[in-house]
């Protein structure tokens, strides 16, 4: 488990406010109740499947990272569509679905279109389908 020393307490309204509006409209927003994002003090993004929690680092939530200034904050939509799939696939399916159909099937549903190439940048340099 993360250390909580590590997690941001100052924005924890914004990713729950993410989260909501993210499944407000899918077939996933029973969900909401069942997990808790945080942002950290991380140097990449947790699911913790056993404490229904994930965590998404704090440089990707930052206004000033690169990939936020060019995308108006949308690099910051997308890491937590990707750690919350991760939960909700955990929660749907009752296993780990890593990046699979399932996981995809879920990350398509509640990512905003316009926000997922940068899935297909992380997949590519990523080496977990090897």
């Known amino acids: 488990m993360v250390n909580v020393a590590y997690i941001r307490p100052e924005l924890q309204k914004q990713i729950d406010k993410m989260i909501i509006k ?7 927003r ?6 808790r994002g945080y942002i950290a003090d991380l140097q990449r993004g947790e ?11 704090y440089w990707a939530f930052n206004p000033n990272h690169p990939k936020n200034i060019g995308s108006k ?8 569509a990707h750690e919350l799939s991760h939960m909700i696939a955990f929660k749907k399916h009752g296993v780990r679905c890593y990046h699979d159909a399932r996981f995809y099937e879920i990350f398509e549903a509640i990512c905003p279109k316009e926000y ?3 899935e297909l940048v992380y997949k590519s340099a990523s080496n977990y389908n090897k």
């Not at 499944?23 to 996933?28: A, G, S």
């Not at 029973?30 to 997990?35: E, Y």
């Not at 404490?51 to 680092?57: E, G, H, I, L, Q």
């Open 116 to 118: 997922q190439h940068f």
């Open 22 to 28: 993210m499944l407000k409209r899918t077939p996933y």
């Open 30 to 35: 029973r969900f909401r109740r069942d997990v």
């Open 73 to 80: 904050g949308g690099y910051f939509i997308y890491y937590v």
């Open 47 to 57: 699911a913790h499947y056993l404490y229904n929690a994930f965590f998404v680092p």
